[in-house]
C-alpha cells in the first residue's frame, strides 16, 4: 500500500506547514489509537525542539479521543520510548522528534509493542483511518484537557541503567571522552551513563534552548568534536544527532569514523569471538563495499536492505542477525535495543577497545573503503525515478563502465526533498566524474534548487 504522509522514518516536515502542525498530530493520533487492536497505554517521547510540547499534547489529545491512555515521557532519546513500550507493556509508542533535522521541522513516529518501529504496511494502514481535517483542535482536546493528561517519570533512569549493562561497574575509570549531544534528547542521559562507568566526560552541544538542535553540533556536524578530542587527549570522542538514534564516533587522533565503520569493527569482533549470530550483519544499500570484503575476509556474511533502520531491524529478525545498521550511525545492536541506539552502539564499540586494549584508529583498518562520493540535491517537486529519462539512460551507462568494481545508487530521500546521489569504483578520478554526470544529468530532469 503507498504512504501518503510517512516517510522512511514516520512522518515528517516544517513545523506549522501542511503537516507538521497540532491538528494533523491529533488527527494523526486519533488514526492510531482507532487501529489499534488492543486499547491500552501509549508512551509518548519527544526531543528538544521548541515545537515538541504542543505537538505532544495534540497526539496525546488524539490517541485520548480514540480510545487510547497516552502517558507522557517528556525529553527522552528515541532508543529509551522504544525500551519502555517493550519493558512496561505498553501497547504503543511515539516520539515527537526530526532526528538529525534542523529545530524547524519536527515529525512523529510509531513504536509497536515490541519496541520495533511500525512496517509500511502498517503505517498505509493508519493513514487509511485519518479522520478529515477538523480546521481546530476543540473537539479534541474538549475530550482531553491538558491537566487529565497522565506521565511517568523514570524512563530516563531505565534507559540509562539498561544501556549502561553493556559495560562492567566502573570500566570506563581513567578514560576522557568527549561526547556531543547535538542539543537534542540525549544531552543528559549519554553523559549520565557515561559517568556511571567511571569516565571523565568533555561535553559539548549539551544545553539545549529549544532552536539549537543540530545546529552546527552532532553527528551531521562532527568538526568540533574531533577538534577537541585533539586538544584534550581524549581516547575517544562520541556525537549523536537529535534523538539520540544515532552515533558517530571520532579515534583519538581525531579522525571521524561513520557507521560503516562502526558496523565492521563490531561484527569482525565479533566474528573472532565467534558471537555473531548466524555469521551474518545486514545493512543497507547505501553502505560501502569495502564492508562486504571485511566481512567476507573475516568469515561472516553480508544482507543488504533498502535504507532506513526499520528495513535493517526486519531483515535481522528473517535472518536470525543481532547486528545491523546503517553508514548514517544507526546501529540496531538487538541483543541490547530493539532499535537504532547512539548510546548502545558507542559503548559496544568501547566494549571492543576494551577487550582488546587497541585505540580506535588501529580498529578502524579492518575496513578498506572503496571509493566513495555522495550527493544530495534539494529538488522543488520529487517525481518517480522512473519518468526520469535523462538520469535514467546515465545511470544505466555508468553502471555497465563500473561493472563488479563499483556502482550506483540513486534515490529520494524519504524524510526530506531530496535526491540523493551514490558512485563506488577503483578510483577517486572515476567516482568524482561518475558523480558529476549523476548531477548533470539530475538537473535536466527536475526542478533542482
Not at 91 to 120: C, E, M, Q, Y
Not at 364 to 387: D, H
Request: aromatic share 4%; proline share 4%; net charge neutral.
Amino acid at each position: 500500500m503507498k504512504r501518503q504522509y510517512f516517510g522512511t522514518d514516520g512522518v515528517r516536515g516544517l513545523y506549522g506547514g501542511l503537516v507538521i502542525n497540532e491538528e494533523f498530530a491529533a488527527r494523526l493520533g486519533f488514526a492510531a489509537a482507532t487501529w489499534l487492536k488492543k486499547k491500552g497505554r501509549v508512551f509518548i517521547g519527544r526531543d528538544t525542539r521548541f515545537s515538541g510540547e504542543t505537538l505532544e499534547a495534540a497526539v496525546a489529545a488524539g490517541l485520548k479521543a480514540g480510545g487510547g491512555e497516552p502517558v507522557a515521557l517528556g525529553v527522552v532519546p528515541t532508543p529509551a520510548v522504544a525500551r519502555i513500550v517493550r519493558s512496561r507493556a505498553a501497547v504503543l509508542g511515539v516520539v515527537i522528534t526530526a532526528s538529525h533535522n534542523p529545530a524547524a521541522d519536527n515529525g512523529i513516529k510509531f513504536f509497536g509493542a515490541n519496541g520495533i518501529k511500525l512496517t509500511d504496511a502498517e503505517e498505509a494502514e493508519i493513514e487509511k483511518i485519518l479522520p478529515p481535517p477538523l480546521g481546530n483542535l476543540n473537539e479534541f482536546t474538549r475530550q482531553w484537557p491538558n491537566q487529565e493528561g497522565q506521565s511517568l517519570s523514570g524512563a530516563a533512569e531505565d534507559y540509562i541503567a539498561g544501556a549502561s549493562r553493556v559495560l562492567a561497574p566502573g570500566s570506563l575509570g581513567g578514560w576522557r571522552i568527549v561526547l556531543d549531544t547535538a542539543n537534542g534528547s540525549t544531552f543528559a542521559t549519554s553523559p549520565a551513563a557515561l559517568r556511571n562507568l567511571g569516565a571523565e566526560v568533555i561535553g559539548i552541544g549539551n544545553h539545549p534552548d529549544g532552536r539549537n538542535i543540530n545546529d552546527a553540533v552532532g553527528s551531521e556536524h562532527p568538526d568540533t568534536l574531533a577538534a577537541l578530542v585533539r586538544a584534550r587527549r581524549a581516547g575517544i570522542g562520541i556525537a549523536h544527532d537529535g534523538d539520540g538514534d544515532r552515533c558517530v564516533l571520532c579515534d583519538e587522533q581525531g579522525s571521524v569514523l561513520d557507521g560503516d565503520e562502526i558496523l565492521t569493527i563490531l561484527a569482525t569482533h565479533a566474528l573472532t569471538r565467534g558471537t555473531l549470530a548466524k555469521k551474518t550483519l545486514v545493512i543497507t544499500v547505501q553502505s560501502n563495499l569495502g564492508v562486504d570484503a571485511a566481512l567476507q575476509a573475516a568469515g561472516g556474511r553480508v544482507c543488504r536492505t533498502p535504507v532506513g533502520d526499520r528495513y535493517v531491524i526486519e531483515r535481522m529478525f528473517a535472518e536470525g542477525a543481532v547486528l545491523g545498521g546503517e553508514s548514517s550511525g544507526h546501529i540496531i545492536c538487538s541483543e541490547v535495543s530493539p532499535t537504532g541506539d547512539g548510546l548502545v552502539a558507542a559503548l559496544k564499540v568501547l566494549e571492543v577497545m576494551l577487550a582488546t586494549g587497541r585505540p580506535l584508529s588501529e580498529l578502524r583498518r579492518v575496513l578498506r573503503k572503496f571509493p566513495q562520493r555522495t550527493g544530495a540535491l534539494k529538488v522543488r517537486v520529487p517525481k518517480p525515478l522512473e519518468s526520469l529519462a535523462t538520469l535514467n539512460r546515465v545511470i544505466a551507462l555508468l553502471t555497465n563502465e563500473l561493472g563488479d568494481q563499483g556502482r550506483v545508487l540513486v534515490r529520494f530521500s524519504g524524510t526530506e526533498a531530496k535526491l540523493r546521489l551514490l558512485v563506488e569504483g577503483p578510483t577517486d578520478a572515476i567516482v568524482a566524474s561518475g558523480l558529476a554526470r549523476l548531477e548533470a544529468a539530475a538537473r535536466l530532469d527536475l526542478d533542482v534548487l
